[in-house]
């Protein structure tokens, strides 16, 4: 199984129209143990994303950068992503761009504990 994130409805609708990451599009919180990137202080649509997508997870990250969320970029910019041992991390940089986005979604890793493998290739 692929990351399960939960991200703002615009988000979710352009990874489901304009990319083939989304595997599973309508999760139910109550099934979710924990996220692997949930962006947005509340979360918003859950889903499933493929394991090993052909051209990699840049496309998320291109979409969470030019998101209506990511240009207003309230404070704090809520992005939250689960490292290697399934520990959380917010985002702590001071200006919201694609770059600072990439460096933060390298901290996440998602799989089963002890399986955990990493969002981005380096």
């Not at 990351?3 to 609708?13: L, M, N």
């Not at 489901?16 to 979710?32: A, C, F, G, N």
């Not at 692997?36 to 969470?64: C, H, K, M, S």
């Not at 950068?65 to 290697?84: C, E, I, N, R």
């Amino acid at each position: 199984m692929g990351p399960v994130i939960a991200v703002p409805d615009e988000v979710a609708r352009k990874l489901k129209e304009e990319t083939d990451l989304v595997e599973v599009d309508e999760v139910l919180p109550d099934i979710v143990e924990s996220l692997d990137l949930q962006l947005g202080a509340v979360p918003g649509d859950i889903l499933v994303l493929v394991e090993t997508p052909a051209q990699g997870f840049g496309q998320l990250i291109d979409l969470i950068a030019a998101s209506g969320y990511a240009k207003s970029a309230p404070q704090p910019f809520a992005l939250t992503v689960s490292d290697q041992q399934g520990s959380p991390h917010t985002f702590a940089a001071a200006e919201v761009s694609e770059e600072t986005i990439r460096d933060h979604l390298a901290l996440a890793y998602f799989g089963e504990p002890g399986n955990r493998r990493p969002l981005l290739r380096r």
